[in-house]
């Protein structure tokens, strides 16, 4: 009788055994596919040594860049390009402002600096505000508006009311021909004009601003200084 028991305990352990080789095995084919399979899938370029900021999948270039887009600065080729849609309206914008204004400086007749206008439905004065800078672009003085919009943001954002009036005095400050200014922000071509950014914008994915693309790529995650400047730095050493 206790050789009978001793012969079961014994086959017993040994299917024991058996069951939990089997188990390790399996295990460890599963978590050998897992493995494979994700070195096998492609990741986000990165472009910040501390992983902040990536950047995704390129975009069709003729719907970032247009002939009469916009120019911040001389243009500087095509090699390396830097667009933001952008609301002048937009808190995050104005924080992001001076960080695109010292990347302009630095990286000077390096980069073409090209700004698109994606006035937001929140935003009461988005539009007149973009409005304004491209009846000011028409009697070139784009660059000092779009600056001017920036600058003085704290003092007209957020507002439930009209500034058109406030934005046709930064005009007059500027010596802009106010009758022109007048006609061309009254001008359906000039909303036009605004709102064709706008849908170039949504076309490739823009759902906020500021948005950023280098090279026809978004820049996801961090949009700081350093994360953009690690994006342009990048986009210049490559061949």
Same mark, same amino acid.
């Given at each position: 009788m206790a050789n009978r028991t001793s012969r079961t305990q014994a086959a017993s352990t040994r299917a024991i055994v058996i069951t939990t080789t089997l188990v390790v095995l399996v295990v460890a084919v599963i978590v050998s596919l897992v493995h494979a399979n994700r070195s096998e899938e492609p990741s986000p370029t990165a472009v910040a040594e501390d992983g902040g900021a990536t950047l995704g999948a390129p975009v069709p270039a003729a719907l970032l860049i247009r002939p009469d887009s916009h120019r911040l600065g001389q243009p500087a080729g095509d090699r390396v390009r830097f667009v933001e849609f952008l609301?002048? $309206?937009? !808190?995050?914008? =104005? @924080? *992001? #402002?001076?960080?695109? !204004? =010292? +990347?302009? *400086? $630095?990286y000077a007749g390096q980069v073409d600096f090209v700004a698109r206008y994606f006035p937001l439905p929140g935003h009461r004065n988005a539009e007149? @505000? @973009? +409005? @304004?800078? !491209?009846? *000011? *672009? =028409? &009697?070139? =003085? #784009? $660059? &000092? /508006? #779009? &600056?001017? /919009? #920036?600058?003085? &943001?704290?003092s007209w954002g957020e507002q439930q009311v009209s500034q058109a009036p406030t934005f046709r005095g930064f005009a007059e400050r500027l010596g802009l021909d106010m009758a022109a200014y007048d006609r061309d922000v009254a001008d359906p071509a000039v909303r036009d004009r605004v709102l064709a950014d706008r849908d170039d914008g949504i076309s490739v994915g823009v759902q906020g601003t500021p948005t950023i693309f280098v090279n026809d790529r978004p820049v996801e995650g961090d949009r700081s200084y350093p994360a953009l400047k690690a994006a342009l730095d990048q986009a210049l050493a490559a061949p």
């Open positions: 609301d002048f $309206e937009c !808190e995050a914008c =104005r @924080a *992001a #402002y001076p960080s695109v !204004e =010292r +990347l302009r *400086a $630095e007149p @505000a @973009a +409005l @304004a800078v !491209e009846a *000011a *672009a =028409r &009697q070139g =003085r #784009y $660059e &000092q /508006m #779009y &600056q001017t /919009m #920036y600058e003085t &943001q704290l």
